[in-house]
């Protein structure tokens, strides 16, 4: 679902006094559903189907700038820095993970 606000507001994410590592991952691959100007939304690839990679993982909060719709972004050494909460277009209340990390 897709935000009615165009910004991430800093209420709205609460930051863990320390991050940690994002499900051991070394490296993550998302990809961008909604920009919301210095982040985005972002789903993780789950999964294959041949050659295409699904990205209908979980839904992250990826920081950084100049993200822009339907983009491919590949994060090292992702670090969980906290969480984010914002209501979906359904009216649905959603907590995501903030990733923060090395990206490509």
Do not use: W
């Amino acid at each position: 679902g897709l935000l009615k606000q165009n910004s991430v507001s800093n209420d709205a994410i609460q930051y863990l006094e320390k991050p940690v590592s994002y499900e051991n991952k070394k490296t993550t691959s998302v990809k961008v559903f909604q920009v919301l100007g210095n982040a985005a939304l972002a789903r993780e690839a789950s999964d294959k189907i041949g050659d295409d990679v699904m990205y209908i993982g979980n839904t992250v909060l990826v920081l950084g700038k100049d993200f822009y719709s339907d983009q491919i972004v590949t994060v090292k050494n992702p670090q969980r820095i906290g969480t984010y909460s914002y209501t979906n277009n359904g009216g649905m209340p959603m907590t995501v993970p903030v990733i923060d990390g090395e990206i490509k």
